[in-house]
């Protein structure tokens, strides 16, 4: 089942990379926190890599004006993410989450079988807002579409 407004963002382990490989469950990023979290296919991929993180980028101050922490999440494993913001030059603060197995992904009834182009499990493209661990809005791209999970559309229709 696909997670609904107003549901709490399931417990699981990401992982990302700061001063070593890092462990981290969902209610430590999610708890006491706005957070918009926006997901990719995958890191290096076309649309990923020219339009979905650098829109996120270039916005990011805006969305912390606002008091909301932004991450990005995609099924690769955090070596990988740290390239891929590397190679993007995301700022500090931005976090690259890795769900390398998929586990958050399924969690969330988000996955997507990409089996057939060669990639294998993988997540929708999606984004949401959260307040304390509980979804309040949800964007979730048709496949092959990127409209509604862009850093512009975010912003434009997160509450005041």
């Known amino acids: 089942m696909t997670i609904q407004i107003g549901d709490p963002i399931p417990e699981v382990i990401l992982t990302r990379i700061r001063q070593g490989v890092e462990k981290v469950d969902t209610p430590t990023l999610f708890g006491a926190h706005k ?3 926006f997901a990719v296919p995958g890191a290096f991929t076309p649309t990923c890599s020219a339009r979905h993180l650098p829109g996120f980028i270039e916005h990011f101050d805006a969305f ?3 008091g909301i ?4 999440v995609s ?10 913001g590397e190679s993007l030059h995301v700022p500090e603060g931005l ?3 890795a769900d390398g197995s998929g586990d958050f992904a399924r969690a969330l009834g988000l996955e997507l079988d990409l089996g057939a182009q ?3 499990l993988r997540s929708r493209r999606y984004a ?9 809005q949800l964007w979730v791209e048709e496949p092959g579409a990127f409209e509604v999970s862009s850093a512009d559309y975010v912003l434009q229709h997160l509450p005041d």
């Open 64 to 66: 912390r004006k606002r």
């Open 69 to 72: 922490e932004v991450y990005c």
């Open 35 to 37: 957070v918009v979290l």
């Open 95 to 97: 976090q690259l989450l």
């Open 128 to 136: 949401l807002y959260a307040e304390d661990g509980v979804v309040k």
């Open 118 to 120: 060669g990639m294998g």
């Open 75 to 84: 099924v690769n494993d955090a070596f990988v993410m740290k390239a891929w």
